[in-house]
């Protein structure tokens, strides 16, 4: 599936959502799943931003969470429990898969990947996408993100945050 395909099928979502008054779409990240789906961060008008999963058989946009972006911190949003129904030759059946997810947005400057681990124990390293976004994804209920993250610059230096009172900040 393109990211121009993917891109039409959020689109037209949207249009079709009331809430929103023709929203004009930016897909920030896409990144697979599992051979069914594409998990994907939307910024759907202004700073409302939404993430979700695009199932490639049956090419709809199912959305998880809508957000505000933050200006001065880490903007982030997690979930241990998603549940999507899987699909087999494009059909739909009785089975779900169960996800966890950590993903979110840096407003930093100089900073290529960040780190984090599952349950404080399973670390991982991933790139942010266009230096700002990013999503981890673990295909198991109950995996929940630790309080304390890294960002990682080019040089490979890490920077601490720490999640204390509802957000992340960097020291």
């Known amino acids: 599936m393109s990211e121009e395909e993917i891109y039409k099928i959020v689109q037209n979502h949207y249009d079709e959502d009331q809430f929103f008054d023709k929203p004009e779409i930016q897909i920030k990240l896409i990144k697979d799943l599992d051979s069914e789906y594409k998990a994907v961060i939307v910024n759907v008008e202004n700073e409302k931003y939404a993430y979700g999963f695009v199932n490639k058989s049956l090419k709809k946009y199912n959305p ?7 200006k001065d911190r880490i903007t982030h949003a997690s979930s241990w429990g998603i549940q999507l129904i899987k699909t087999i030759n494009g ?81």
């Open 91 to 171: 059909q739909t059946n009785k089975e779900k898969q169960v996800y966890s997810t950590f993903l979110g947005i840096i407003p930093y400057e100089g900073y290529s990947k960040v780190e984090m681990s599952w349950n404080c124990k399973q670390a991982e390293t991933i790139e942010l996408v266009d230096r700002k976004y990013f999503m981890f994804t673990y295909p198991k209920g109950n995996m929940r993100r630790c309080n304390t993250i890294y960002l990682i610059n080019d040089k490979g230096e890490k920077s601490k945050v720490e999640y204390k009172n509802g957000k992340f900040a960097l020291n």
């Open 64 to 70: 998880f969470q809508e957000f505000d972006k933050k």
